[in-house]
């Protein structure tokens, strides 16, 4: 299903969706001094990056197993623009109208990395979606994901803040990652 929907892909439990703290660390080590000084290291997080991922993660929390699909989600918007947007309310609601729903499983994601260029910023992550989407008699209409893949989340900085716009596979093909 993820190649079908990139960021519209179910979810599990929010705690498999939510992705590593990327963090840019600065190592500064102390002035010399007749006493001994331990080099010390300050971790901080970029606040673009931090926001980044919290709209990335809120993107994938709204889509739980076993649910109807509804293309109406309140709040998503919050996390996703045009031309993404557009699209997962059309899908789901073709999906919806014909009764399907996702079934068990869980959306894992592991972000590898995260660029910032200005107004946009991109996500690649390993993901693998573990549920099925199910037609209204319970058949597997599309099967869960076997190997992770894979994926470019593209986000460009509203004036209301960082949305995602855009979910695809690297180059365009399922390339498989560890993670």
């Given at each position: 299903?993820?190649?079908?929907?990139?960021?519209?892909?179910?979810?599990?439990?929010?705690?498999?969706?939510?992705?590593?703290?990327?963090?840019?660390?600065?190592?500064?080590?102390?002035?010399?001094?007749?006493?001994?000084?331990?080099?010390?290291?300050?971790?901080?997080?970029?606040?673009?990056?931090?926001?980044?991922?919290a709209v990335?993660?809120?993107?994938?929390?709204?889509?739980?197993?076993?649910?109807?699909?509804?293309?109406?989600?309140?709040?998503l918007e919050n996390f996703i623009t045009d031309p993404l947007y557009s699209t997962k309310q059309r899908i789901l609601s073709e999906w919806a109208a014909d009764g399907f729903v996702l079934g068990e499983g869980e959306y894992k994601v592991h972000v590898l990395d995260v660029t910032v260029d200005g107004d946009t910023a991109t996500v690649r992550s390993c993901n693998l979606d573990g549920a099925e989407l199910l037609?209204?008699?319970?058949?597997?209409?599309?099967?869960?994901?076997?190997?992770?893949?894979?994926?470019?989340?593209?986000?460009?900085?509203?004036?209301?803040?960082?949305?995602?716009?855009?979910s695809e596979f690297v180059n365009g093909e399922r390339t498989t990652c560890d993670a």
């Open positions: 299903m993820a190649a079908t929907l990139g960021l519209t892909a179910c979810s599990g439990e929010s705690e498999t969706v939510t992705p590593p703290t990327v963090q840019l660390t600065t190592t500064t080590t102390a002035p010399t001094t007749t006493s001994t000084t331990e080099p010390t290291t300050t971790t901080t997080q970029d606040p673009d990056i931090a926001e980044i991922l990335y993660n809120g993107a994938l929390r709204y889509f739980k197993p076993n649910q109807a699909l509804d293309p109406e989600v309140p709040g037609d209204s008699d319970g058949l597997v209409f599309i099967p869960s994901d076997t190997e992770r893949y894979l994926r470019l989340h593209h986000l460009i900085r509203t004036p209301e803040g960082w949305r995602v716009t855009a």
